[in-house]
């Protein structure tokens, strides 16, 4: 649940771990200049979101969207003061072999009645202009992309790499 479900004991509790948290990485970030920093979950629910200015990408969970529309509201849920808008990533899941088109890694049925994997609705949902940057597309249960029945090594996240390299172009 998000912090404003806390009470004020668990608030403070949490506060202070992510303090912790923080300064420990902030350490590691000044420390480390060059190497990338990725914050991946829900940054409006963090009760102190300074880290996240260290931050290169802020990946967005959007694994249970069922369509583009939803990916956009999302990611407007973490434009909240405080979380840099410029480096947004939206996180979805790559759909398990055999899985239901209604299961996790698909967009619901289009207007034409045509499923999409959400790793390629993802990569379309991208390339479109929106009030916030749209940096690119994380894949969780990339593995599950690995084999395809023409033996095709990754099949769809390579669609979705091209789709972003070509479109608007």
């Keep these: 649940d998000a912090p404003a479900n806390l009470n004020d004991e668990d608030m403070a ?14 350490a ?17 629910n963090l009760p102190e979101t300074g880290i996240l200015a260290d931050c290169t990408y802020i990946i967005v969970n959007a694994e249970t969207a069922v369509s583009k529309d939803e990916l956009s509201v999302m990611i407007r849920k973490a434009c909240v003061e ?43 949902w991208v390339m479109t202009a929106d ?4 940096c690119g597309i994380s894949v969780s249960d990339a593995h599950n992309d690995y084999f395809s029945s023409d033996a095709a090594v990754f099949p769809n996240i390579r669609k979705a790499i091209t789709r972003m390299n070509h479109i608007g172009r």
């Design 82 to 124: 405080g979380i840099p808008a410029d480096r947004f990533i939206v996180g979805v899941a790559a759909a398990a072999p055999g899985n239901a088109l209604s299961d996790e890694g698909w967009f619901t049925a289009d207007a034409d009645g045509n499923s999409v994997r959400a790793i390629e609705g993802a990569a379309d």
């Design 28 to 44: 590691w970030k000044d420390a480390n200049p060059s190497k990338l920093l990725l914050f991946s979950g829900l940054p409006q």
């Design 13 to 26: 509790i949490l506060t202070g771990g992510m303090n912790a948290f923080n300064t420990v990485m902030k």
């Design 131 to 134: 009030s916030f940057k749209k």
